[in-house]
């Protein structure tokens, strides 16, 4: 059985070492297909177990940062959540979707995934040293780094509140 993981441990398992985190060869390092799963609006992507093989299925349709951050998320429930009881929906098919409740914040699971995404794509110590480039932080350092680590804007603004970098009174989302 798969261990418990967090991302500090993947990416060293995976040598890497700069950004923007190169998911494909996470992908490699752990023999994990990566798949397009063209599918509605709603539907992110999946986490799939099928006789000792994984699969990510990733929304095609979805933005290029939002489709990095299916992966990671779902990359959160391989190493986090090993014994997870997905979704049969074959016999010995399973399969755990990401959509959008699964950024809603209401199950601990779903949670832990995003935050293991976030850890992952945008590392703390990484991201402490390109923030040392910047007298302070506003709409255009966010966009910079959000731009560098191939992430959306209110994500990297998510992970510096979290970081305690900027204050959680900060509206992520733009409106105040």
Not at 126 to 143: A, C, G, N, R, S
Not at 150 to 163: D, E, G, N, P, T
Request: proline share 6%; with cysteine; hydrophobic share 40%.
């Amino acid at each position: 059985m798969l261990q418990k993981k967090n991302s500090k441990d993947v990416l060293h398992e995976c040598g890497i070492i700069s950004r923007p985190i190169q998911l494909e060869t996470i992908l490699q390092c752990y023999n994990i297909e990566h798949v397009d799963l063209p599918a509605g609006a709603d539907i992110f992507g999946a986490l799939v177990r099928r006789n000792g093989r994984t699969i990510i299925a990733v929304n095609p349709n979805q933005h290029p940062n939002r489709q990095r951050f299916t992966i990671a998320h779902e990359l959160g429930h391989f190493f986090r959540h090993p014994e997870e009881i997905m979704e049969y929906v074959d016999t010995d098919f399973r399969v755990l979707w990401r959509n959008t409740a699964s950024s809603k914040g209401v199950d601990w699971k779903e949670v832990e995934a995003n935050r293991f995404a976030a850890k992952l794509l945008m590392p703390e110590e990484m991201l402490k040293q390109d923030l040392q480039h910047f007298p302070y932080i506003d709409e255009t350092v966010m966009q910079h780094l959000a731009s560098i680590y191939k992430v959306s804007r209110i994500a990297m603004q998510f992970r510096l509140i979290h970081l305690g970098v900027l204050p959680p009174e900060i509206d992520p989302s733009g409106q105040s």
